[in-house]
């Protein structure tokens, strides 16, 4: 069975201030995908990142870096220079592996961590 | 162009009734997925439905739900006899394909009273 765990129920920060959302997933498979979400307010899930299991990079966009260590089964997201418009609750998700029949595709998400940026 | 669209945006009925939501995903995307929030929680998979082929229902919590959809269009997820347990936000997301990254709608939030 597929497990994300976010150990962060909830973060306030002040604006400017860098912060890390953890994200530590359990899986058997050898090959998987994570993710990344944010869910302002308004409550539309938007889509961050993917990253595939084979690929151990870090990648950074702009403001954001993620950092997957498979060593540790994690995949943490890091806001750099936080804005209010951060504000958001991020989900990491999980997904079955390629060619996992009509498994593969669906998600297993985290709980979620609320991040609170203060001007 | 339009993204996913989900209606009800919400909808309040009560226990017994049977409720049905609907989602219009991103035109030309095969892969559609229905999800459950409950509140505070994460998504939780329902189920999947790629193109013609029979869809995942790994995730129904029970008989009472069930979906359906037609090609590559709209669907469906019937909810029959609500519980008050059954009150959650339900998010519906659809994709190219089944390696490709998941578009989610605003959802659904339903109240069962």
């Known amino acids: 069975a597929q497990k994300v765990t976010q150990a962060q129920t909830e973060i306030s920060v002040v604006e400017k201030e860098d912060v890390t959302l953890d994200c530590v997933y359990e899986?058997?498979?050898?090959?998987?995908?994570l993710f990344w979400y944010k869910q302002p307010p308004s409550g539309e899930l938007v889509f961050l990142i993917r990253?595939?299991?084979?690929?151990?990079q870090n990648e950074i966009s702009g403001r954001y870096s993620w950092n997957f260590q498979k060593s540790t089964s994690s995949f943490n997201f890091t806001i750099t220079a936080s804005q209010v418009v951060d504000s958001a609750v991020y989900f990491c998700?999980?997904?079955?592996?390629?060619?996992?029949?009509?498994?593969?595709?669906?998600?297993?998400f985290g709980q979620g961590t609320i991040l609170t940026v203060h001007p | 162009g339009a993204g996913v669209s989900q209606s009800p945006s919400n909808k309040v009925t009560e226990k017994g009734k049977d409720v049905e939501l609907r989602c219009d995903p991103i035109s030309g995307h095969t892969a559609l997925y229905w999800y459950r929030q409950r509140l505070g929680q994460g998504l939780e998979f329902l189920i999947y439905?790629?193109?013609?082929?029979?869809?995942?229902k790994s995730g129904l919590p029970s008989d009472r739900f069930s979906a359906e959809r037609t090609g590559e269009s709209v669907s469906t997820l019937t909810i029959q006899r609500t519980q008050q347990e059954d009150s959650a936000v339900y998010l519906c997301?659809?994709?190219?394909?089944?390696?490709?990254?998941?578009?989610f709608g605003p959802g659904t939030r339903l109240t069962v009273l």
């Open positions: 899986t058997r498979d050898t090959t998987y995908y």
């Open positions: 990253r595939n299991s084979f690929d151990e």
């Open positions: 439905f790629q193109g013609n082929s029979a869809p995942d």
């Open positions: 998700a999980l997904s079955a592996p390629p060619g996992g029949g009509t498994s593969y595709g669906k998600l297993t």
């Open positions: 997301a659809s994709s190219l394909d089944r390696i490709s990254e998941q578009f």
